[in-house]
């Protein structure tokens, strides 16, 4: 989908280009480590399923931590590597990894995913300073950007009029697929005799995923049924489809997202959810029966869970995301390539 679209005829891409796989540099301030190998599973997908479609994808890490030196550091090992290295765009991952590509000597197609357009939460709840800037300097890049990528209309309606692609992060439907709880609880070691509440918040529970506010329903739930709280840490990507569906239901309560991977996942093994109103999480679960849209406070959450566990059904959320299929959505990014490039050309 793109908003306040504008044409540029196909025929602006040169021939040669247009025959040939585009070599494209992926830039991006997160991306798995030695520490963290789970880290960023939609970006890694992103970048493989280019590759499947013959893009010639090369992907530059790089760790910013907010410190502007890291940032210098980075943007010249970028610069020096454009000047040795021959590409046809530049891809940035989050907005902050933009301005690595500034002043630009190749088109530039920016994705925007949450923090960048949102801000930042610290460990008190409250948006940071720091999370002020980045927001600035996302904005400035997406003014200078070919072309820009949001994972939501939520996160569009930031970029105050700028024309943009709203293309979300895929699912990969080969591997969410749902499956007997007893068997997925078996794999995990899960108790079968509990009611389990999945909750996945990775190193950001206290922040803006808001683990407390979680912690804080599930209590008054105490000794109105066997009910226990499942947070994956560290687990391989692939190992969320069992918690996926050895879990009865999902529950998000994040401050913001941009939209929300676990959501689609979630919907793709068929998992009931409640959600705080965040991200695109109204548009995919308001008309999905045992799904809930919830509040901030405690009690609305702990009766919606309550509410879903007494129904004790899964959902049918797998038929909505037929259209998040990782190959549909990598021709979408591949057709804003050749856009970044027709409206080079153009110039």
């Known amino acids: 989908m793109l908003l306040n679209d504008s044409k ?3 025929n602006s891409v040169p021939i040669g280009l247009r025959e040939r796989c585009l070599r494209v540099l992926m830039v991006t301030s997160e991306w798995p480590t030695p520490e963290h190998p789970e880290a960023v599973p939609f970006i890694v997908r992103n970048a493989e399923f280019l590759h499947r479609a013959s893009v ?3 992907v530059f890490p790089f760790r910013g931590a907010k410190k502007p030196t890291n940032y ?73 950007a070919d072309e820009v990528i949001t994972v939501s209309e939520t996160l569009a309606r930031r970029l105050l009029g700028r024309r943009c692609h ?19 609880r078996r794999q995990l070691g899960l108790p079968e005799d509990k009611r389990l509440v999945l909750f996945v918040g990775g190193s950001e529970q206290k922040t803006r995923k808001r683990y407390w506010l979680a912690r804080a329903a599930l209590d008054l739930l105490t ?29 998000l309560t994040s401050l913001h997202e941009g939209s929300p991977n676990v959501v689609k996942e979630a919907l793709a093994c068929n998992l009931p959810i409640v959600s705080t109103d965040v991200g695109d ?32 059904k899964r959902i049918d959320g797998r038929r909505t995301v037929a259209d998040l299929d990782e190959r549909i959505l990598t021709e979408q990014v591949i057709e804003v390539y050749h856009r970044a490039l027709a409206k080079r050309n153009h110039h």
């Open 72 to 144: 210098l550091r980075a943007w010249r090992r970028l610069q020096d590597r454009l000047k040795r290295e021959q590409y046809d765009l530049v891809h940035a991952q989050f907005g902050q990894s933009g301005l690595l590509a500034l002043p630009k000597s190749l088109p530039l197609v920016v994705t925007f995913r949450g923090d960048d357009l949102e801000g930042i939460v610290g460990d008190d709840g409250r948006y940071t300073l720091a999370g002020r800037f980045l927001q600035l300097a996302s904005q400035m890049v997406a003014y200078v």
């Open 166 to 184: 709203i293309i979300p992060s895929g699912v990969d439907l080969d591997l969410f697929n749902p499956i007997p709880a007893e068997e997925a």
């Open 56 to 58: 010639d994808v090369e």
């Open 223 to 251: 000794g109105e049924r066997d009910i226990e709280m499942v947070v994956p840490k560290g687990v391989p990507h692939n190992t969320m489809p069992l918690y996926m569906n050895a879990c009865d239901v999902l529950l």
């Open 8 to 10: 540029i005829a196909d």
């Open 281 to 312: 999480v109204r548009m995919r679960i308001s008309n999905i029966e045992g799904c809930t849209i919830v509040g901030d406070s405690p009690d609305e959450i702990s009766v919606a869970l309550s509410m879903v566990l007494q129904r004790n």
